[in-house]
């Protein structure tokens, strides 16, 4: 390839292929809010029924019909109540939650062939009153002398720390960015979650007191668990996954093969969306919610061909059919069945994927066709997966970890006797944000009765 050539292939990654009006239009909210009006109708739509199949839909276990009759009475703040009590990232949930495959599944409207209720939307008009206006629902309790440290500034942490703050205890949220909030502020897409709303509510729940926020703690460099536990009466690891699978193909490191986890944190801390660089045609490897989330933003900020390629079928792959809609409706093709076989490159830029179209087995196993397909690409993005990094965890070994996650309790306990644990970094997780703040929910109560017995 002539140096002209890789200037041109190059070239077809650049910024401003929209403009910023353009831009900042597709990253608007991807739902409208409720009106008053709006709200009302919706809430009345409820049947409230008695043995609430939403609720128990929950991961979060929200009092569904009672939030949604304290709307009907036009009692907002009651309704926040409610919602904030059991989860204290009810907004962004409202927003990131995939209600269409939780409580709004499980809405008895659906048994109807009617419309579900908009319980997502109605949760979000509920704990907007509030964190809009400020309305602080929550008090500390008097100061118990126990103090624990939380590792990771994500959902399943600040989740652990506000319940455990509300009850006396002192908090110390240890994290490794600058900027709090995990995945909340890195990983979910922009469309989701605009004007920096997860700031706003990080700022409220933290509006409680009593947590002390330490910023560049690493786990395996300024901190570890061995010495944590000598210092706390608790420790919470709340620290998800920092450490992204990788293709195990030849070439991996040439550019143009980004990180999409990378690229999407970078999109959600600029200001300026326009200045990003954009490829021209991009391929997406994954089938899980950050290869949704990385294609329909890539589209939205003026990608003209964008392909997700996903190893299995359509019926096994991670994402909700509500976001594999999501992208197609936004020009994102989808494309199953298909395993990344080689990256081919001019000069060190990848031009292409080539792909071995596979075949389910009797056994459920995958088997390559023998057919091969192979996709343009000036940018592949890498949305495999990510695992645990277990440097600074493991100094005793005394931790269990199976299948590259730390083993727990339903009441989030692990196998040291002062160490809870949640989120996206344990075992049989789900890697949803309403899990991850139930995970923390659930394990500060059990600190708690652990830390308060015989007192």
């Given amino acids: 390839m002539s140096d002209n050539n890789l200037t041109n292939k190059v070239m077809n990654i650049k910024s401003h292929r929209l403009s910023k009006k353009e831009i900042d239009d597709n990253f608007s909210d991807l739902h409208a809010p409720l009106s008053a009006i709006e709200a009302l109708i919706e809430a009345d739509r409820c049947y409230f029924c008695y043995d609430a199949p939403c609720t ?45 495959e939780l409580c709004q599944l499980a809405c008895v409207r659906n048994d109807h062939e009617q419309k579900p209720v908009e319980i997502g939307l109605l949760q979000r008009y509920a704990t907007d009153s509030v964190l809009n206006n400020g ?101 919470f690891l709340g620290c998800g996954l920092g450490s992204v699978n990788k293709l195990n193909l030849d070439n991996e490191d040439i550019s143009g093969v980004i990180d999409a986890v990378e690229y999407i944190a970078n999109l959600r801390q600029t200001n300026n969306k326009d200045e990003l660089m954009v490829g021209k045609n991009i391929v997406v490897i994954g089938g899980g919610m950050t290869a949704i989330d990385i294609a329909v933003q890539s589209k939205l900020l003026g990608a003209e061909q964008v392909t997700i390629a996903y190893r299995r079928s359509k019926k096994i792959m991670a994402a909700s059919e509500y976001e594999q809609a999501l992208a197609k409706k936004h020009d994102v093709q989808i494309q199953y069945n298909m395993s990344p076989k080689r990256l081919i490159a001019d000069d ?108």
């Fill in 348 to 455: 060190s830029h990848v031009t292409a994927m080539e792909f071995d179209v596979m075949k389910s087995q009797n056994d459920g196993s995958l088997k390559a066709s023998g057919e091969n397909i192979t996709l343009k690409a000036d940018v592949v993005f890498k949305a495999i997966g990510q695992k645990l990094v277990t440097e600074g965890l493991t100094d005793n070994n005394s931790l269990e970890i199976e299948k590259g996650r730390i083993v727990v309790d339903e009441q989030r306990k692990t196998s040291l006797s002062k160490v809870w644990a949640g989120g996206d970094c344990v075992l049989d997780g789900d890697n949803l944000t309403v899990s991850a703040v139930q995970d923390g929910k659930l394990a500060a109560i059990s600190i708690n009765e652990t830390l308060t017995q015989g007192a």
């Fill in 135 to 235: 309305v602080q629902l929550f008090s500390r309790q008097e100061n118990t002398g126990k103090s624990i440290a939380v590792v990771g500034a994500g959902p399943a942490g600040i989740s652990c720390a506000h319940r455990l703050a509300v009850l006396g205890h002192k908090i110390t949220v240890y994290d490794s960015k600058d900027k709090l909030g995990g995945l909340n502020e890195y990983g979910i897409a922009a469309y989701k979650t605009p004007n920096d709303f997860a700031q706003q509510e990080l700022d409220y729940i933290l509006d409680i007191g009593g947590i002390t926020i330490e910023t560049g703690m690493q786990l395996g460099k300024q901190i570890n668990l061995e010495g944590l536990q000598e210092k706390y009466d608790a420790v």
């Fill in 56 to 100: 128990k839909a929950c991961p979060s276990d929200i009092d569904v019909p009672g939030f949604i009759q304290s709307i009907r009475s036009d009692n907002l703040t009651g309704a926040a109540e409610k919602i904030l009590s059991e989860n204290i990232f009810g907004g962004m949930c409202a927003r990131d939650c995939p209600t269409e």
